[in-house]
């Protein structure tokens, strides 16, 4: 299939288009915690953090009509890019109750997430931006 696209715009949501592309044709896409990735990422400041989540959201699956996903479990608000924007800080806490409640997140990592909050509002800005 190619591997990572050489023509995506930034450098924010590849591994979701290449999830996309291998299930597309027909390919299972599972996570192992085993895997060992290196990411050589240059997000070492709260801005760069920052900028990083708004084109990631920017060019997300979940807002680009080129992707045939079933966005039936939050579709109408991202056919709505106003939406995304004025509700983001809900989504952004939704985000946070699912990492606390379902994904346990242990107490050593909690001093994380007025950050982890402020980076999903952020994508809600980029995933919300007028097309």
Do not use: Q
Request: glycine share 6%; hydrophobic share 45%; net charge positive.
């Amino acid at each position: 299939m190619g591997g990572f696209d050489p023509n995506y715009p930034k450098a924010a949501g590849e591994d979701a288009d290449f999830s996309y592309r291998a299930r597309k044709m027909g390919s299972e896409v599972v996570f192992t915690p085993r895997a060992i990735v290196r990411h050589n990422h240059k997000r070492d400041s709260f801005v760069s953090i920052l900028k990083h989540a708004y084109t990631f959201g920017e060019y997300s699956i979940k807002v680009d009509p080129k992707y045939e996903i079933d966005k039936s479990k939050s579709g109408f608000i991202f056919k709505h890019p106003w939406l995304v924007r004025v509700f983001s800080p809900i989504l952004a806490l939704s985000v946070i109750v699912k990492i606390i409640i379902f994904e346990r997140l242990p107490l050593r990592f909690w001093h994380t997430l007025p950050v982890v909050k402020l980076a999903k509002i952020a994508w809600c800005f980029g995933a919300g931006k007028e097309r």
